[in-house]
């Protein structure tokens, strides 16, 4: 499997964000999708995960903000966040999980959100 993300950059404090996660490969395989991010000198964290069944699960920290969501007939899964704040800045990794146990990672993208 093999994950590319798109959707990073600059945004302003206050603004939205929306990024893409395109899966190739044995995407039947996958059963969970999620977004992770690492800011600086911090440990790589959940942002938010969506199960093949629709399960959601969210950070505390973007709970309300947030919305993971994912097309399966496009192999793609999503992350839009709004009201982004400066702490929001990070190399944002989606991740995949197979039934098999298997972990992907993506070359991850930079959002940097400007105060």
């Known amino acids: 499997v093999q994950l590319v993300e798109s959707g990073g950059g600059l945004v302003q404090a206050g603004g939205s964000m929306r990024l893409s996660c395109a899966a190739s490969g044995s995407t039947f395989s996958i059963n969970v999708m999620g977004w992770y991010r690492q800011a600086p000198g911090k440990q790589r964290g959940l942002v938010a995960i969506i199960t093949s069944d629709g399960i959601t699960n969210y950070a505390d920290s973007v709970k309300g903000r947030a919305t993971i969501s994912r097309d399966h007939a496009k192999s793609t899964w999503y992350l839009q966040m709004d009201s982004l704040k400066p702490e929001d800045t990070a190399v944002y990794y989606c991740?995949?999980?197979?039934?098999?146990?298997?972990?992907?990672w993506g070359q991850g993208t930079q959002v940097t959100v400007s105060s």
């Open positions: 991740k995949a999980e197979s039934i098999l146990g298997r972990v992907y």
